[in-house]
């Protein structure tokens, strides 16, 4: 067995240590070590964004990013996207907006989302549609998407 | 009585005919009476005593779902047709 | 585009409901937002091994050898498997709900025995501690092949000299085999009036042919799989499948077990489209854990989904339509071949029943040939070989419509298919909606909005699929709150729990909120086929009305018991048991329901349906594009979607359905293909070189429902989730043609397509 590395990290918002090896990506460690397994695989190879998780602010693939890079970051999954009980405004928007069929792109859309909103709460169709051209839906044809994202920002300028 | 529409690929066990009238008052009676008349219709489309799965029987534009126990009656449409489901 | 003066999703509405047509919240929408459900490759046991596949490099080979002995010896693996570990199925043939299939193929495709047909295709098998061990294990198996020339186009296969895949395959007539062995695994022909007459009357006749690629069904969610072969010989199956019967029923097929040794639970399903429901890796799971003792999960790589699981086929169409000059069609002839792949079944049997039925026209002739080529043995994808059907109908259509000067809308009006209208395969059309949504179509703003601008085009197109009924069963149990439990079989990929619930809750007078419906095992529910053929919200939802009706009826007799009455003095009306003698006597359901336990036995209605009243969907597109003729780039400015829907359940699903359709439909016409080299290689097996529609390529897809309810379902519904996709790529086409005037006969229409065709019309030769 390859020797092990610890890394210690926070994920949505807990302080979390685990054992990896070197070669084991970040979804492979949230999955199938952690048993965070909402964060989804699709490729494997960054195409399709069903693994989207923010890191340190940014989002990217977490199938793409080492475990081991996890050391000391800040790390938001989908699990960490509800506040308690409390949907958040994106989530409550995708059910009441359909924006959902087989739902495995969903974990990742969500995280994406809220990224954006995070830095903007009033973006255009056209900048929600290219911030969210790494997220592969074959479901939908994005339409619902776009729109409970837009429901959603709207939703959050009302709650300011 | 009720018609029995023969697939294009079968006519040559009906002379030809692409409509044929027969006697019955199920698909299966329907059948035995062709198969009387005209010889290897019911070795085409059977495989030992029911529909092969790759057929299905249509009466009056309606895909049976119970087949050869399916009731025909004096005006009935029997159409075999294949059989699909879709993705 | 963000100026909208009509509304963007339209419901035409002829009859309401009190649950039926209202939008609310899915059951399991919850757990898939905040990322708990639990999908097959979510799926974790004790001692779990991880499996992993050894795939064929070559398109064609026959296997010399196969030698496991030093993946047996690497420390972490504790299973290797081969075809030769399973039972040999002899001339077996199975029924799996697709139609007769023999045996040997289906477990030849599991892994494979003498031959390797395409690249991708599975030869070995093995199980390890982790992944990681499993994949380099693979790298230790050592397989001898004699290279053979690969086939891969159905003109190809068809020609006298072609390499055979398969050195016995006998041609099919309509379900007989006839002497010839070929590539060609099956013919049928439809014959409709006569065929030279009918052109012989015609002034006008356009006859083209068409190429469409190789496209897969690019569900998100790879196939995946957890298998336990049980110390008392029976086996578990976690699995994402459409259908879990249907991988119940396969996989004991192959296993040469009987189907109660076989248990089958469905997870959560991340997208199918007819791409998740043939068999692959749960047999291979299966021997895998019982040479292991351990359970063992298997999820395919993205490569191994688009090598070695079923894409749709490519395909060569001739069509020939005949006219009168004021647009009256009086014949029609179609030469249908499509390419099934490694083995037989390439879904040109439903090509052939789809490519005409939208007109109705004298006299008709079809051919279809069902040709075998070194590609990943096809599956179904949404409304199957219709799309590439009406890919070429509705573009003969089109160019008809041009020569004639008729509006080609008004064309498709005046020979729309219309209930009594005699279909070229025999039986007559009930009860259809192409008249109104051709005319819905007509009337909707988009058709005559102005489209200003240089390059810019407008197309349309119309499409059909059938739909299926096939078996389904519904338990539903009454809880003392008044609320119900409903349990099915049907997978849910896409809000069918709920548009299930709905029909029970309508019937039982409840809101949705108060039925609780659960996808359950195959040993915990009657036999349901599969998620597929649109068949769910129809199928389903009838075995769920038939069920709540049982518990209905049950109520009355228990509110008459507790009135001391007859039961047919007791009515129920809007979830309200009253008597009918005019007394004040009332109860709600939940007041009944909350007395169940102390005035009698549990209630608890059932239904097992096979409905026959399946009410076929046809669909349309109106598409505005814009080709740059510097890139070839083809963008869509505005899409709009129409469907009878019979009736909408849920309108939110149906209008997903319709956008989701729309929008693969739009993927497979501009952009999607197997881009295989000569040796049979595909050349772009990721999601970056596979390239699927993203949120930027696309506007919003508006939806027109309409509804011509369907005599068949007590809510008048039908099936929507495939008509769909058949018509874009004919739409674009049409559209591209209107805005660079080139004729496009291939498919994808990608910006080389379009510069060929534009350099084509200007005569230059590159």
């Known amino acids: ?160 | 009585m009720p018609i029995i529409f023969i697939p294009a690929a079968m006519k040559e066990l009906t002379a030809g005919a692409a409509e044929i009238r027969v006697g019955g008052s199920t698909v299966r009676e329907a059948v035995a009476e062709l198969e009387a008349a005209h010889p290897g219709i019911r070795d085409w489309l059977f495989e030992g005593n029911r529909l092969k799965p790759s057929i299905a029987v249509a009466v009056d534009g309606v895909v049976s779902p119970i087949g050869l126990l399916q009731h025909v009656d004096e005006n009935s449409e029997i159409h075999f047709v294949a059989a699909i489901s879709g993705g | 585009m963000s100026e909208q003066s009509y509304e963007p999703n339209m419901v035409l509405s002829t009859k309401e409901f009190d649950v039926v047509g209202k939008r609310p919240l899915r059951h399991d929408g919850v757990d898939k937002v905040t990322g708990r459900a639990i999908y097959g490759a979510d799926v974790s046991m004790a001692g779990l091994m991880h499996g992993a596949v050894l795939r064929s490099p070559h398109a064609h080979a026959r296997i010399k050898s196969i030698d496991t002995s030093k993946a047996e010896a690497h420390p972490e693996v504790r299973a290797v498997v081969t075809s030769t570990d399973f039972v040999d199925p002899g001339d077996k043939t199975v029924d799996l709900g697709e139609g007769l299939t023999r045996l040997a193929y289906i477990r030849n495709n599991v892994l494979a025995r003498d031959k390797v047909l395409y690249r991708g295709h599975a030869v070995a098998a093995v199980a390890a501690a982790s992944l990681h061990d499993a994949l380099e294990a693979l790298e230790l198996i050592e397989v001898e092949y004699d290279l053979l020339p690969p086939v891969l186009t159905a003109p190809d296969a068809m020609k006298e000299d072609a390499p055979l895949l398969h050195e016995n395959l006998r041609m099919m007539e309509f379900g007989r085999p006839t002497d010839k062995v070929s590539n060609v695994s099956d013919h049928f022909r439809h014959e409709k009036g006569d065929i030279e007459q009918g052109f012989a009357e015609a002034d006008l006749i356009v006859e083209r042919e068409f190429d469409t690629s190789t496209v897969h069904q690019g569900y998100i969610e790879p196939h995946n799989t957890t298998a336990l072969w049980n110390n008392d010989d029976r086996i578990h199956i976690w699995t994402s499948t459409q259908g879990p019967f249907t991988i119940r029923d396969t996989t004991a097929a192959i296993l040469d077990k009987p189907v109660s040794q076989v248990r089958v639970t469905p997870t959560e399903i991340g997208g199918g489209f007819g791409g998740k429901i043939p068999v692959y890796i749960d047999p291979v799971a299966a021997l895998l854990s019982k040479k292991s003792g351990h359970p063992v999960k298997i999820v395919m790589s993205r490569a191994e989904v688009l090598e070695g699981t079923g894409p749709t086929p490519g395909s060569h169409l001739k069509i020939k339509m005949g006219v009168k000059s004021d647009g009256t069609m009086m014949a029609a002839q179609a030469w249908l071949a499509y390419e099934a792949g490694a083995y037989p079944g390439a879904m040109v049997v439903p090509g052939g029943m789809c490519v005409f039925a939208a007109y109705d026209i004298p006299n008709v002739t079809i051919d279809g040939y069902d040709v075998v080529v070194n590609k990943p043995s096809t599956a179904a994808y949404r409304a199957p070989g219709a799309t590439n059907a009406a890919f070429a109908t509705e573009s003969v259509v089109n160019e008809i419509a041009e020569k004639l000067g008729i509006d080609p809308l008004d064309l498709r009006l005046k020979n729309a298919s219309k209930e009594g209208t005699r279909r070229a395969d025999g039986p007559k059309f009930p009860r259809i909606g192409c008249v109104e949504v051709i005319e819905a179509m007509k009337n909707h703003p988009h058709y005559s909005a102005p489209l200003d601008g240089p390059n810019r085009g407008r197309g349309v197109a119309i499409g059909f699929w059938f739909n299926a009924g096939l078996p389904s069963a519904c338990n539903i149990a009454v809880n003392p709150d008044g609320t119900i439990t409903l349990v099915e079989g049907s997978p849910d990929i896409g809000g069918t729990r709920t548009s299930v619930a709905m029909q029970a809750a309508e019937v039982l007078g409840l809101p949705a909120e108060k039925v609780s419906p659960s996808v359950v095992d195959t040993d915990s529910v009657g036999f349901t086929a599969v998620t597929g053929g649109s068949r769910v919200t129809f199928s389903t939802g009838l075995a769920a009305i038939e069920a709540a009706r049982d518990v209905r009826d049950q109520m009355i007799r228990r509110a008459a018991r507790i009135w001391g009455v007859e039961e047919d003095g007791v009515d129920f009306e809007k979830g309200v048991f009253h008597l009918k003698n005019g007394t004040e006597n009332r109860m709600t359901f939940s007041e009944l329901a909350e007395q169940i336990a102390t005035t009698g036995d549990p209630i608890v209605g059932r239904a097992g349906v096979n409905p026959p009243g399946v009410g076929g969907s046809f669909s349309g597109n109106i598409a505005d594009v814009e080709v740059d003729p510097e890139t070839g780039k083809v963008t869509i400015l505005r899409f709009t979607a129409f469907q009878d829907a019979g009736k909408a359940i849920h309108p939110s699903y149906v209008e997903g359905q319709m956008q989701g359709g729309s929008v693969q439909g739009i993927g497979w016409a501009l952009n999607e293909e197997y881009f295989m080299n000569a040796e049979g290689k595909m050349m772009n097996s990721s999601l970056l070189d596979y390239r699927m529609p993203t949120s930027l390529d696309l506007p919003m897809i508006d939806t027109v429902i309409i509804e011509v309810a369907n005599p068949g379902h007590p809510f008048g519904a039908r099936g929507v989730g495939e008509a769909n996709i058949v018509p874009p790529p004919a739409a674009l086409a049409n559209a591209i043609n209107n805005a660079v005037d080139v004729a496009m006969n291939r498919l994808p229409m990608n910006p080389v397509a379009v510069m060929e065709a534009i350099w084509g019309k200007n005569g230059a030769t590159d």
């Open chain 1, 1 to 160: 067995m390859p020797r092990r590395v610890h890394v210690q990290t926070t994920i949505n918002g807990e302080e979390i240590d685990f054992l990896c090896e070197p070669r084991q990506s970040l979804l492979e460690v949230l999955r199938d070590v952690l048993g965070l397994t909402g964060t989804k695989e699709g490729c494997n190879d960054g195409n399709c964004g069903a693994c989207t998780v923010i890191f340190d602010g940014r989002i990217v693939t977490a199938c793409l990013v080492l475990a081991v890079e996890a050391e000391g970051k800040q790390i938001t999954t989908v699990e960490g996207i509800a506040v308690g009980r409390e949907l958040h405004p994106i989530q409550q928007c995708f059910l009441e907006g359909a924006a959902l069929q087989c739902g495995v792109c969903t974990p990742g859309f969500i995280v994406a989302a809220k990224s954006l909103l995070d830095q903007d709460n009033n973006p255009s169709e056209d900048k929600i549609r290219l911030w969210l051209a790494n997220n592969l839906c074959r479901c939908t044809g994005y339409d619902k998407i776009v729109r409970s994202v837009q429901a959603a920002a709207e939703r959050m300028q009302e709650a300011r």
